[in-house]
């Protein structure tokens, strides 16, 4: 064999050699740019649809249509007594407060049977529901609705005992006197529901019925307000009944829906009012 050939085939093997290094290189930049790139594997979330409320909801709210709308959630989030219907949650009762976007739960939710809307279950567990006489100005021009938020003033006469001077000795130490006292009883309180007699009136003449028929509208009704149910803490609760027993004159007022101050309010008696006004300077 010639010299050119054996080094012909020798640059020949040396190709190969070469071409098969390059084939090898490709391939394991392949694998390595295969192995940094992750792996999207797209997994299917199974959701269900479940009833939230739009906005915030306070105990014993009635759900209306434009208080709950449907979402959808993951099928592992949704606990299993979740309302998932629209239809299961308009016209009932709230049990508990809820705040926008909480699931509605068949456990917060009461069923209303009667007209006066099941009232029991719109108390919390540490109230008591007290019917508090309607008696006052503002109760009788029936200015107060259930939800408004009052203060409710009393004036009662109460028994105390004089504190005579120590320096001497009287009969009159000590001696029971009674004294007239207007103080806030209770502040902040909610109105959960009104007791009432709707009264319908008659027409005051045949022309006026028929007007009335001809004009689609209902005879002329009054509203007597005859007691406010209250829910309260037991404790004042007590309170009002003692008041309300023993004869105190209530008077209510009515607050902001807004308000939740506690307002600090001194007693009112004969002495605060003849030194407020000055009137032991009067001649």
Known sequence: MSKKIKVFLIIIAGLILVAIGVFA????????????????VEEETVK?????????????????????????VPVEVAPRDAITDLESAVGKIVKTDLVQGEMLLEHNLADPTNNNGDLSFILGDNHVLLAFPAEDLMSRQSMIQRGDVIDIFATFIQEVKTVGDTTTTTDEANVPQTRTFTVDTMQKVGITALVMDV???ESASNTDANLLQSDNTQSPRK????????????QDALILKHL????????IVLRAQTSTEQFNLTPVTD???????GLEILP
């Open 223 to 234: 509203v007597a307000i005859q007691a406010y149910l209250l829910a309260l803490d037991p």
């Open 48 to 72: 269900t649809s479940v009833v939230v409320v739009t906005h915030d909801l306070l105990l014993g709210t009635r759900i209306e249509n434009g208080d709950v709308e449907l979402a959808s």
């Open 25 to 40: 290189s490709v391939l394991l930049v392949q694998r390595f740019q295969l192995s940094r790139t992750p792996v999207s």
């Open 271 to 277: 002495e605060y009012i003849v030194e407020y006004y």
């Open 244 to 251: 309300k027993d023993t004869g105190a004159m209530f008077d």
């Open 199 to 201: 009264i319908q009136q």
